[in-house]
DNA sequence: GAGTGGTCTAGACCACCAT
DNA sequence: TGGTGGTCTAGACCACTCG
């Protein structure tokens, strides 16, 4: 999305010439145009609709992006924006709020926030998406084959993962991605039983197992990541075509639904060469390190 | 930190016994306790002392790494933590999306906020630490010699991290870095010209350059890491003891300051085995994959 | 001292979930 | 239908930065 009025006009009571978004895309010199006295403005209807912050944290990326401000330029003070925009400075915060924790702009007391990327880098919109999502975003096909879905019970560190008791019924995946057809990983996940059930009923050519859980409303809404390095054994080096005992980028995974439970424990490796994982971190959190994988 | 009482009063125009947190820890059985009317609450100052909405949240992780409401479990409501903790709702969910950003608590609109981990679950309390307080704060004895510190001139990947012109002066540093004494870590950090020459100006045994960097005004507030696969050098191989070519786990980091200035490009590899990198990971961005390291 | 982001309060309405 | 979190507004004061 662009600058401006490529959006509805939402609110009530106000009266902007038409769009709901101020133009920031062409504002960098703007400061001037003599600000009649706003009646006061009431709340607006979201109804429904995208949250006005992310209006304004889209069009400010976009901007952004686009080169509007050079990099290391300082944007404008959020009492500014929240004229331009005709937001309350609260919903200004949160839209920059979005902005800091992809790591487009920092934050400090006293000055003014400042763009960290620049116009070429590549904007690292972080998801929580899955391998088929993340791909396609690429522009890639993702691909693959299910190698195997097997009933079973539930190790220790499985049933530790899924907080389940050992011995829990379980479903474990065993599948091979690839991108343009050439493979990139294998991904062994374990299901608890209820969700195991639905995939086992699925087709072995589904491509994106998450998206077919999310029609069954089963979702992912947290994950915990582990990512360390392990060697590919028989069946990894006869999937990915590399030598048994290469070493693999591994990511194990938890991801849980919105009520907490776990509904799935993965465990993916990566070819070396293929990805790597990417995160941006502020003075508070983002990524550790853990001792002994 | 605790339940309650540990803290001063700092607010004024209130009447609540002593200690500003009320006690959660020690509040799942509660509800009762007749509420007498309050008399409208003014805005607490902090006046220089840790913000309101990060005492609450460290009340409530408290509470929740000690197990006080077991994994799985609803957090209290937004307005009944406001009433018992005597601050307003929106500092609540200040300090409920602080403990969400860390994966403590899931949040969904209609439902109560469910407790992820467990009492026994380690608490991924992530931050942007160096090296050196992370291995503090472990408990291990961190580490190094420094191998060299050379001026140089930027490359091009080098300039463009650094956001400097290729040939532009810089200082590359190559230090080991030990846990108890164990080889882990070989890293290779390029300075800008001003921040290099601080770090040349320390004595080679200095265990923390960042700290050291931080005593004179040179801060990191943000990083953008990129984790992959790197064979071991020559160099590698000889400081930590592998063999060549041997897969190790490779950060590289682009630390800026408040302003958005580089003032660090890094690139560390970790013998296999030693460390794993964790990461949380919500609906909305934290991790991410990226093609062609 | 002026400008700017950080914190806090108060109140309102809405969307979603469970009952 | 009632409870709960999500969004939005308005206003206030404070801490920090810089000229």
Redesign the interface.
Known sequence: MGGSGDRVERGRRRSRPHGSLGPVNEAPQAADAPREPQEPRTPRRTSGRTPLYLEVAEDLRGAITAGAYG??ARLPAEDELARRYAVSRGTVRQALA?LR???L??S?RG?RR???G?PGE?N?????RSFTR?ARS?G?EPGGRTVSVDPGTADGEEAEQL?IAAGDPVYRVLRLRT?AGEPVMVERTTYPRAVGALVAGMPPDTVSYSEQLARHGVLF?????????APADADDARLLGCRAG????RERRRS?D????PVEWSQDRYL??????????????????????
Chains 1, 2 share one sequence.
């Open positions: 990099s290391g979005a924790t992809d790591g702009i920092t400090r000055i400042v763009v960290l620049g590549e690292a919109a972080t998801e929580l993340w690429l890639q907080r991108l809404t947290d994950a915990h990541h582990t990512i360390d390095i290469e070493a693999l980028l849980t919105p009520a907490g439970t070396p060469g293929t990805v790597a994982f990417t995160a941006h971190s502020t003075a508070a959190s983002a990524l550790g390190r853990r001792l002994r994988p």
